[in-house]
Structure formats: C-alpha cells, structure tokens
C-alpha cells in the first residue's frame, strides 16, 4: 500500500506545524481517534507517533501530517513531512533506549513499519496489533515512490545513503584509526542529546546565540557521522574493540563541521550552566569529540591521519577506555570495585568490596554511593559529583587518594582509592572504582596442591562466575582494559577460535633441559589431546646459534627486572605475560594457587589484546578436584612442562576445571601449547601456559629447555616477591599496631590520618602520637625516620616508644626530651636518622592555650586561626635524630587562639620533585585557610584528598583545635 497517496475511509488526518509543543498534540490526536481500539493498542500508537513527531520536527523540519486509522485486529499510526531527501538516520538497535532512540522503540513496538517516500513527500508509518497470526518482515527500506537519491537502500545501507542524500556532491575517504567502541557510543549518544535539547531550547525562544540555520546543520552532520561511522561499526567483528573505520565523506563538509563543532561548544557552556537538561560531557568524551572533528576537517583538507591513541589524554584517561565494560568485569575483579552511573548510583559491585564494608554484593545494587561515605565527607562528595558533571573536571579522576570509606557497622575503613570513567556496550559513561585497602593482601604463596573451595559472590548464574554458568555463558560480557601496554586478568569461555599473526621474532630452543613424557598422568578419560613431555636438547636435534642464545638469554633478563621493578606481584606477573605474549607466543596465562590453595587467574596477555575474548575478567577458578584430568590439573599435579599439538577438547572434560581451561583455548584459538609448573623447593604452586596460533610456526619438543630455564626463574621470581610482600606485610602490621588511638580531652578536638605510599612499597617511617603527661599538658608527636623497608618501622617503633617513656618520666621542656631522646637513638641505631617534632599544649579548658614545641629537622607546624589565616611555627628549629645528640636543642612557645588550628604533618603530604619547597608549603598555607572552619575530620581529609593524590612517600598529619568550654 502506498501510505502517502492511499488511506481508507476510516483514516483521521491532522497538519501541525514544526513547533516542539505539537508533539503533545499530535499525541492527543491519535489517542482521541483510536479510543475505541483499547487502551494498551492505543497508549503505544500514542507513544510511537511522539517518537515518529520527535524525528519529523528535528530532521525534516516541514509541516508535518498525522494519520491514523484503526485495523481489523490492531491500529496503523503515520508522520508525513515534506522533506523526502530528509532519509532516515538510525541508529542501531543497542540495548539502552534514550534520546535519538525513536526509530529502536518503533522496531522494538510495533507489528510492522516502513517508509514511503515519493518526489515532494516522505511518510513513516507503523502498525500495532495485539496477537495473532506473525507480521511480514519489516524494514526502513522505501517501498514506493522515487527516491531522488538513487536506488532504494536497505538496513544498514540506509544511514549511508542518508548520509549523501544531506550533503551531495563528490567524496574523499576519512579515515578514523584506533577508534574505540564504546567511547564513540558514548560520544554519540551525548552529541545527540545535546543538540536535541538546543532545538527544544531555540522553539522555546532560547537560541543562545546560535542562528536557527546554524542548528539545523549541525543537525545534519551529526546525522551524516552518525551514519557513516555506525555503518561501518556494523562491519566490524564483533570480539574487536578498537577499529580503523575508511568513511567516505562529502567532500564539502568541512563548513557543516566546523558548525557543528560551534554549535556544541555552545551547547557545552550552556549545559554546563544548567540550562540544558543533558550534562556537559566529561573530559574524555570531550577530548573524543574533538578527536573525530579534527580527524574529519583535517583530512578533507588533505591531512594524514592520527590514531586516537597517540592523542595526549586527560589525566584520569587509561587504556580502560579502549574496551565497554560491562557487570561481569566488576564481578570477578581481583580487587574491590563498585560500578555507579551518572546517577550517583551502584549498578554493580564484587564480593570483594561488599566483603570489604560489610555488605552483600547485591545489597550494594541500587544504593547511592553515599552509603558507603562517611557522614562528613558526603557534602562533599556530593559537590565534587555534581561539579564534574557541570564541569567535567575531577582532582580524583585517574589518581589514586586515600580516604575513608564507611562500613556498614559505622566503622571506618581505609582505602586507596582509583576511579575512572569507562564505556559501556549501551553507549553509557560509567564509573569505575576500585578500593584498594591500605594494607595491600597477601601475595600468593607456593605450596602443595590441595582440593580448593571454589568461593565467589553469589551472583546471577550459580556458584561459579557468571561466564561458567552455561545460561550465561553466550552474554555479550566484555572485558576490562587491554592495549598493548596492558594485560589483564580474564576468565575463559566461549567456542570461537581466533588467530592472530606472529609479528615478532621468537627464541629457539636450547640444549640442556629434560621434559616429562605424555605417559606421565595420563588416563583413559579426561587425557590432553596429543599432549608430549619434554626431550632433552639433544633429541631435538637442533643447535642454538648465537642470536637466539642472545634473545633467550635477552628474555630471560626482561623476565627478571619485569618481577623486580613491580610495586606488586600482579603487576609483575601482568608485565611478564605482556613479554612472554610479544616474543615468545601469541597468548600467555599465569594461574597461582593462594594460600588457602584456591586456582586464580592472576593473568592474561595477547599479543593483539583487542582479540581478548568479551567475557574475559579476574576471579577464582573452579576448584582442582579428584575428576579434574586436563592438562592444567595434570601440571598443578606436577607434571610438566607438557606440549599440545592441539587444543584441548571441551567434549573430553571432566570436571569444570577441565571446561574452563578447553574454553579459554576454544575462544582465543591455539595451533599448539607448552603448559609448565610453577614451583620452588618441589612445591607446585602455580601453572604457566603459552600458546601459538599459526599451524605453521608450532611449539616444538626444541622448545621445552628453553621454557623450563623460564619457568625456573618465573618461580624464583615470584617467590622472591611473595617473600618481599610478607616483609612488607610484617612492616605494615607493625605500622598500623603502632597508630595510637588518640586521647580524649574535653577542650581539644583531635584528627590524625596515615597514608602509605601509593608508588612504593607500602611501609615507612612516619608515625604520629598523642598522649597526656603526668602534669595534665597534652603531648603531641610527629616524626619520619629515614628508610622505607622492615628497619625502618623497627626503628620507629622503638623512637615512639622510648620518646613515650622519657616524656612521662621527665617534666621538661621540648627541646630538652628531644635531647634525651637523640642519646637514646644514637646508642640503639648509631647510622639511623629521623625527623620529629616534640610539643605540649598547655591552658585550662577555658583558655587561654599556648603550644611548647621542638624541632629535630621536622617541617614546622602550621597555625590556621578560625578566620584563615595561617603561618608556621619555625622557631624552635633544630638539627635530625642521630646527627650530634650533645647539642642542646632549642624550644619555642607559641599562643593558640580558640578555634585555631595546628597541623604536624610528614613532609610526603606537601613535597614534589617537580616543585621548590617553598611552592609547596605555600600551597598548603592556601588549602588550611580554606578549611579552617570545618570539622577536623573534614579537614584532615579534604588535605588528603587534594595533596595525597599519588603520593610517592608515606604521609602522617595530626590536627588539634583548641575549643573553649563555658
């Protein structure tokens, strides 16, 4: 039927101008004439002619004719305008329905659909019926009429001859490198809003200063990217989440871009004034924005292109952007994370963080973020929240800030904590959180194999994650960051083999070491596919000429400084598979037993890391159990290292080891594999697994010598840094056991925070203290001892203490306890040096107070009075702890007004290579004074959060506020 020039009888038709208000009119129409169709037929026309209403006004911009009519078992609703080279621009059917979704609701509604179009007319019309027999196919192709641009399109071919039909006229190819999914979905979703909400702006009368035809073109080419770049999405595989898109642009477009660029510079600083409904976008979607403009302008001048990844980014940008991100990857991340939306609300959260404040994961779904911030940090995290989507600007965004976090007992916990903005496969932004504890856990152990419990949050699909779980195991879960400078930790699944190139030069084997052989293990069930043991170099019959004895020898040095320059044993690991991935195979796993002996996937790298597969994500693997006979049960077992010729079989598993680890080799594709324990003193521990696509370039019997030299030093590194973290452990332990609890006096509000370092290891020398003398005075103590390792918490810990006892034992001042407490030092730790500041304050509860102070090489205390103005108390200044204990120490007496505030702090909270010292105590001058009324905590924190961010030192302040009471 030709729904332009043929409607029945029955038909109501209605013109209606192209005003933004007559979208509710037109709504009235349709639901006034199908009254009798029955409320639910009727309620979805309604709907579906405000979406068909919506497009017309927008794009077309003509007047506008609705029609409608009812069916024998249903209704028909249509919008005719009278713009027919106006061609329909979808927009993909994703799973979030918003603003520029109206053409996905009809799809999603209606029983049929389609547009007609002829020379002066372009109508599209729907029908809604209740059941019944099924509906012809539907599509937005044109069914009658001429369609002045050429041949009628079809599916995605639509949004391209939409495309040209805006802006005719030659083309010249635009080529868009390294451009990430999920990034550009979230781009388009708010480019589209912003532009939607200043054309409902401009019909109320508020054009902000932009003309009406400025608006429509930028209209237009939103439209004409939005098609092109969507077109060619389309044509891309579904598993890759960077693409290099060819576009053919009109060649003449560069003015309708540089429009609509203005056009959405406005509609930022308008948004960002709240007179838009849509937020302005965050740093990274605008940067991405900017991107795609000045790839487009750039390259129709004649430009090259550049690759989004070599563009510099924000501060809080990191490779997580590359890849959508979806439930699955916060479910099973190794560490705390919590999901939340542009809504201040949680959308997913892991066992472990809801472990971490006393929830149940899926408790945490659904709160706001504030229940899990303290009380006097929730004003403001509330400010900050709403000005970085009124502003886009973050000091937390991409930095890692400790702070508290409330558990659900009211306690407080300390955190590091790391966010990022991250897409999502609906073309959402959404935050990342990770929550770090400041007491970093226990490495994994080596230790002999034993039955593990396999312990995950309860979560949709049983007991094991959710890309275990057969219902879920097809999801469209997509993993978490991963370029080629970034491995990350997945869990295996699906059934497509994948192949990727070899690219860089591999080293041969070498002569020397013995393998098992594949008789080792086997049974007649569950045995790896055409599995071999090693040979010795010898059998190989191949010698290692110099240049591959000097990559091997290379690797194995790389290997080593991967594991000895990490901050932590993921990190190592992470930087070995990264290495192991580029020149030796085309993917590499890591998989350690903890020390309760529960499997965990620490890592994963791919030589091509978009080719990751979409569930991969961390956690815990199903426990090695008795049924348990792949080649990964075998090698924890203690066999190996083992050659596959081919990947395991997910028909010949036994046990949901056995599936996973067939899974991980089904979805990533192998042409052969080399599996090898990890072990240290004859204590497997851990299993590695390297395998190569290419048939053509296998894994060989001349291979294993060289990956059993590997795995030795893999397992000697690894317990080396398992070793360091039990030390480091011990020091933290140590630390935090020595964090007094701080006395309570009526007249003097008290805070303290400790910050370890969040570049280094976790420990040092920095403590804080506070205790009453025997004469009533309140003793304040801060201090660093020089170090960063175990004997520097020793010796801490020994300062505190016996500066503890000579204070209480000895009534004198400062400068003379400082002495003492430097002969002390100098007999226990003669080479040991360390800073600290020794002080008393003094006055009845009513006032007036005055603070007594010595310095041994300390920064100076910083006074900030109730009306903000600061200054340092630096008279009483003397040498460091262990420098010359004969020489007197001076002492200096200071009066404390009421409501003032003195700060003793270590000097990681204000110093930075990059700034003279000076600078820096100036700039915490500036952040006391605007502090100076708020609650000590507030205070405390709110320094942490401005000053601490990624701090490379340790960080120890005590505050006190001298409060009259009357």
């Known amino acids: 039927m030709d729904h332009i020039s043929q409607q029945p009888d029955t038909a109501h038709t209605r013109k209606f101008p192209p005003r933004p208000e007559n979208v509710a009119l037109a709504r009235h129409f349709v639901g006034t004439v199908l009254e009798d169709a029955g409320s639910e037929l009727r309620e979805t026309a309604e709907l579906l002619v405000s979406e068909l209403m919506t497009n017309a006004i927008l794009h077309a911009r003509t007047e506008t004719e609705v029609s409608a009519w009812p069916l024998d078992h249903g209704v028909h609703v249509q919008v005719t305008d009278q713009r027919p080279s106006r061609l329909l621009v979808p927009q993909g059917r994703l799973p979030l329905l918003g603003p520029g979704r109206g053409l996905a609701l009809v799809e999603r509604l209606a029983s049929r659909y389609g547009v007609d179009a002829d020379a002066e007319r372009k109508t599209v019309w729907c029908e809604v019926r209740p059941g019944g027999p099924p509906s012809p196919p539907s599509s937005w192709q044109i069914t009658t009429g001429a369609d002045p641009t050429g041949p009628a ?112 510079d406005v509609a930022e600083e308008v948004a960002r004034d709240e007179r838009l409904l849509a937020w302005p976008a965050l740093p990274q979607n605008r940067l991405f924005r900017q991107w795609i403009l000045d790839q487009i302008t750039s390259q129709l001048a004649g430009g090259s292109p550049v690759a989004w990844t070599v563009v510099p980014r924000e501060q809080s940008a990191s490779p997580a952007e590359l890849v959508p991100v979806d439930a699955t990857h916060v479910w099973a991340s190794r560490v705390p994370t919590i999901a939340a939306d542009d809504e201040n609300r949680i959308i997913a959260a892991n066992g472990t963080a ?89 490495a994994p152990a080596p ?46 699944a699906g059934d497509t083999f ?46 290692t000429d110099g240049p591959a004895l000097e990559r091997q020898l290379s690797l194995l040095t790389d290997i080593a400084e991967a594991l000895s320059s990490a901050s932590s044993l993921d990190e190592g690991l ?38 990751l597969p979409a569930e991969a994500c961390a956690g815990r693997l199903p426990p090695v159990t008795e049924a348990a006979r792949g080649p990964l049960a075998r090698v ?18 036994g046990s949901p080891l056995d599936t996973r680890y067939a899974r991980l080799f089904a979805q990533l594709g192998a042409g052969s594999a080399l599996i090898a324990p990890l072990r240290v003193r004859g204590a497997v521990f851990g299993a590695l697994t390297l395998a190569r696509t290419d048939p053509d370039d296998p894994f060989t019997d001349a291979d294993l010598p060289l990956i059993d030299g590997l795995v030795r030093n893999l397992s000697l590194g690894v317990e080396n840094a398992r070793l360091y973290q039990e030390t480091r452990q011990i020091a933290e332990r140590l630390q935090h056991s020595l964090l007094p609890v701080l006395p309570e006096i009526p007249h003097l509000q008290m805070a303290a925070r400790y910050a370890p370092s969040s570049m280094t290891a976790q420990i040092g020398g920095d403590w804080y203290d506070s205790f009453r003398v025997p004469n009533g005075d309140t003793a304040l103590v801060i201090g660093d001892v020089t170090g960063h390792d175990l004997e520097a918490a020793i010796a801490m810990s020994q300062l505190r203490s016996m500066l503890r006892g000579i204070a209480i ?55 900030t009075t109730e009306d903000g103005d600061t200054r340092y108390l630096g008279g009483a200044a003397g040498l460091l702890l262990g420098m010359d204990p004969d020489l007197p120490r001076p002492h200096a007496t200071d009066c404390l007004p009421p409501h003032s505030t003195v700060l003793l702090y270590t000097d990681g909270l204000i110093e930075r290579r990059d700034e003279s010292l000076n600078d820096a105590m100036a700039r915490l001058r500036r952040h006391t004074a605007a502090l100076a009324r708020k609650p000590l905590d507030v205070f405390c924190d709110e320094l942490l959060i401005a000053l601490s961010a990624d701090n490379a030192d340790d960080i120890a302040l005590l505050a006190v506020r001298p409060v009259p009471r009357t």
Request: net charge negative.
């Open 636 to 653: 924890l077992r203690g066999a190996g290292p083992l050659l596959l010729t081919e990947a395991p079989s997910l028909n010949r598993t």
């Open 574 to 611: 992470q930087r070995v598979c990264k290495l192991l991935s580029q020149q030796l195979a085309d993917w590499s796993v890591v998989d350690l037993l903890d020390e309760s002996d529960q499997l965990q996937r620490v890592c994963i790298s791919h030589r091509n890391p978009w080719e």
């Open 354 to 442: 809801a472990d971490l404040l006393g929830w149940q994961a899926d408790e945490l779904v659904g709160q706001r973020l504030t229940a899990l911030i303290p009380e006097h940090l929730r004003e403001r995290h509330i400010a900050a929240f709403n000005s970085l989507l009124l502003t886009g600007r973050s000091r937390i965004l991409g930095r890692s800030v400790p702070l508290p976090a409330l558990h659900r007992d009211g306690r407080l916990v300390p955190i590091r904590l790391f966010i990022q903005t991250q897409g999502t496969t609906d073309g959402r932004t959404v935050f990342i959180a990770q929550l770090t504890p400041r007491a970093a856990p226990r």
């Open 809 to 863: 034992d000895r009534h004198e001042p400062p400068g003379e306890i400082l002495r003492r407490l430097d002969m002390a030092q100098h007999s226990l730790h003669e080479e040991s040096t360390a800073t600290c500041i020794y002080a008393l304050v003094s006055g009845p509860e009513s006032g007036p107070w005055e603070l007594k102070h010595s310095s041994a090489g300390h920064l100076p205390p910083l006074l």
């Open 153 to 264: 399109p079809d599916g995605a071919d639509m949004r391209s001859a939409a495309a040209a039909a805006i802006l005719s006229g030659p083309t010249r190819t635009v080529t868009l490198v390294d451009l990430p999914g999920a990034l550009y979905l979230a781009s388009q979703q708010h480019r589209h809003a912003l532009l939607r909400e200043m054309v409902l702006a401009a019909s109320a009368g508020q054009h902000f200063g932009v003309r009406p035809e400025d608006l429509a073109a930028a209209h237009d080419m939103s439209n004409v990217i939005s098609a092109c770049v969507t077109t060619e999405l389309e044509k891309q595989p579904a598993a890759a989440y960077i693409h290099t898109l060819r576009l053919a642009f009109p060649a003449d477009a560069t003015r309708a871009v540089i429009t609509l660029r203005h056009v959405l």
């Open 447 to 492: 230790g002999q194999y034993g039955e593990s419990r396999y312990a995950m949050p309860a979560e949709p699909g049983g007991p094991y994650p959710p890309e275990t779980a057969e219902d879920l195991a097809r999801t469209g879960d997509l993993p978490p960051p991963g370029d080629e400078e970034f491995t990350v930790p997945v869990a295996d």
């Open 498 to 543: 994948v192949t990727s190139p070899n690219t860089s030069p591999r080293p041969s084997g070498v002569a020397g070491a013995e393998g098992e052989t594949a008789a080792e293990g086997e049974t007649e069930e569950g045995a790896a596919p055409q599995v071999t043991g090693g040979t010795s170099g010898e059998a190989s019959g191949e010698e």
